[in-house]
């Protein structure tokens, strides 16, 4: 496995190829200018602008159209469409893929977010997860550790120093829960049931599912760093891979301009 620039995010210039071992992770600001969430909302279809309205804060509903519309916008650039023509389904845990129509592209693509930050993961390989969760300083994980941790975690957990506990439990959370979105369950009470690592400078990995720790030999875990106080983690059922990180500004979608064009290379 190499992971290419897993922490230098960089912005993407000139043609990009998406090839068969590729991950491409993507992070952006969606605190957006009005003039940009104006143009990212007119990408979007109804059913989406319907749930936009359904946030009770303005934010809120800004934030879901931004992300949205990076999603779209990204995704558009891969199948050589204009974002408007992305059109999605759901699995019944709510996670979005692509319509049958694009079956052919071999795309597949995941997107988490927290607060004004997003990522979205776009790979050929097969399906993905990703998670990015913003460090809350002060806020106690103690009430959510039975509730995800298996026993040989919660017991590494108590017996670190506190200051390591905090980025511990974030680490664990990310890890666990982006291997849930790549196999589509999300978080569940199979969140119990997912070993991975979580201690400071330790290497991402899955560890065992159940007990059976032969699943995580066909598995990748990286972690990711997107921004200071962020922390992410992408998983997919793979060990022969490329992992790399782009940055868009935060004003630069639609993608004209940073995303300026991409091909998928089989």
């Known amino acids: 496995m190499m992971a ?19 991950i491409h992770v993507w992070a952006s600001c969606i605190d957006v200018a009005p003039t940009t969430l104006a143009a990212l909302a007119a990408s979007l279809s109804d059913g989406e602008r319907m749930r936009a309205k359904k946030f009770r804060f303005r934010q809120h509903q800004n934030r879901f159209i931004a992300r949205r519309g990076l ?8 199948l050589q469409i204009e974002p408007e023509g992305v059109d999605f389904n759901y699995t019944p845990y709510g996670k979005p893929e692509l319509t049958s129509e694009f079956g052919s592209s071999g795309i597949h693509f995941n997107i988490s977010h927290s607060e004004a930050m997003a990522l979205v ?45 905090q980025l ?44 059976d720790s032969s699943i995580a030999l066909r598995w990748s875990i990286c972690n ?15 060990k022969k891979m490329r992992l790399q990180c782009w940055e868009v500004a935060p004003d630069g979608f639609p993608a004209s301009v940073l995303l300026p064009g991409f091909s998928k290379e089989m």
């Open 4 to 22: 290419e620039g897993q922490n230098s995010w960089r912005i993407p210039s000139g043609q990009s190829q998406l090839r068969k071992n590729d």
């Open 71 to 78: 999603l779209r916008a990204i995704l558009g650039r891969y």
């Open 121 to 165: 993961a776009v790979t050929a390989i097969g399906p993905v997860g990703i998670d990015i969760e913003r460090i809350r300083r002060g806020k106690d994980a103690a009430a959510l550790l039975d509730w995800c941790c298996r026993p040989s975690e919660r017991e590494l957990f108590d017996n670190l120093i506190a200051q390591d506990k």
């Open 168 to 211: 511990a439990f974030y680490n664990l959370w990310t890890r666990k829960e982006a291997y849930l979105k790549a196999t589509g369950e999300g978080i569940t009470e199979l969140l119990r049931e997912v070993e991975v690592s979580c201690l400071p400078e330790e290497p991402a990995r899955l560890i065992a599912v159940s007990g």
């Open 224 to 238: 990711l760093t997107p921004a200071p106080e962020f922390v992410a983690a992408v998983a997919i059922e793979a």
